[in-house]
């Protein structure tokens, strides 16, 4: 297949907007970081993804500190404006607060802006840990402040472990106006059969809403490695669990950078994709992102 790809999830940054790559190292589901505890910005992304095909890509939100929310959507609007690239933003907003509406109406004036995502995983392993508990993602505010997506015309970037699926599957049902993208596939944690049962069941909560995409991205988050193996086995149970007409390829560089290039990471993605027909190949690594991110 030789379709440009869409990268629907990379990052740039500037160390010093990011709380967590300047003070010292705190548990991250990626383990250690410290190679990437420096500035990535979209010169150095556009040469690392150069030999890979990529031809647009989205942006999702890094973690400066709450409150320069807007800041982060701006610097990214403004690197658009300078390079062309990213060619679409998912911002942050604080969805636990009463109303987050001051925030949305605050990002409204970027044209780059697609979605928002706040980070609702928790695990019982504690170093896996993100949201305060696993219930978040039904927390009360949160599922007002979600329901006020529609209106802005915003997506939400969906981030849960498999024993928090239903959960999530619940909060999809419950806004069929909207788009949620699933982060990382629901992010499988390792080739254990019981591990594996439940992400696949997880993932089976969540297919019957058409409203639910998921991104082919991090998986090499847990292994700390590019691991074709495991790039099939999600590749392949996705496409089968989800339809690929609902998936979408995410580099998640810098992150993935700590263990591998990214044309050996496209190339594990690609020849996951490739036991399909070109049609699939193409929603994967194009068509699905252009359509939820409205990026043609």
């Known amino acids: 297949m030789t379709l440009g790809i869409i990268d629907s999830h990379f990052h740039i940054w500037r160390q010093q907007d990011l709380p967590w790559l300047m003070g010292p190292m705190v548990p991250r589901i990626f383990g250690p970081y410290d190679p990437i505890r420096r500035d990535y910005p979209i010169e150095e992304f556009l040469a690392d993804q150069q030999p890979s095909g990529v031809e647009k890509a989205v942006y999702v939100q890094t973690n400066w500190a709450k409150e320069h929310f807007e800041d982060e959507v701006a610097w990214v609007q403004a690197t658009a404006d300078r390079t062309g690239w990213p060619h679409a933003i998912v911002g942050y907003a604080d969805m636990a607060v009463e109303d987050v509406r001051p925030q949305l109406d605050r990002l409204k004036k970027y044209p780059l802006l697609r979605g928002v995502r706040m980070q609702l995983h928790w695990h019982e392993e504690p170093d896996y840990r993100f949201a305060p508990s696993a219930k978040q993602v039904l927390d009360a505010n949160v599922r007002a402040n979600v329901a006020r997506l529609k209106d802005y015309g915003l997506s939400f970037d969906l981030q849960l472990f498999p024993a928090q699926m239903e959960d999530g599957a619940a ?120 359509r939820v991110y409205r990026l043609d």
């Open 171 to 290: 909060l999809v049902a419950e806004n069929p106006e909207t788009q949620f993208i699933l982060t990382h596939t629901g992010m499988l944690t390792g080739m254990e059969p019981e591990t594996q049962a439940a992400w696949r069941e997880g993932l089976g909560k969540l297919a019957p809403y058409r409203n639910l995409s998921a991104k082919l991205s991090g998986l090499g988050t847990f292994l700390h490695r590019n691991d074709p193996a495991m790039i099939d086995y999600v590749v392949s149970n996705a496409v089968d669990i989800l339809g690929s007409d609902r998936l979408m390829f995410g580099s998640n560089f810098p992150i993935e950078k700590l263990w591998t290039d990214h044309l050996a990471m496209v190339t594990s993605y690609r020849d996951a994709a490739g036991k399909f027909d070109e049609a699939i190949q193409a929603d994967i690594f194009r068509n699905t992102a252009a």
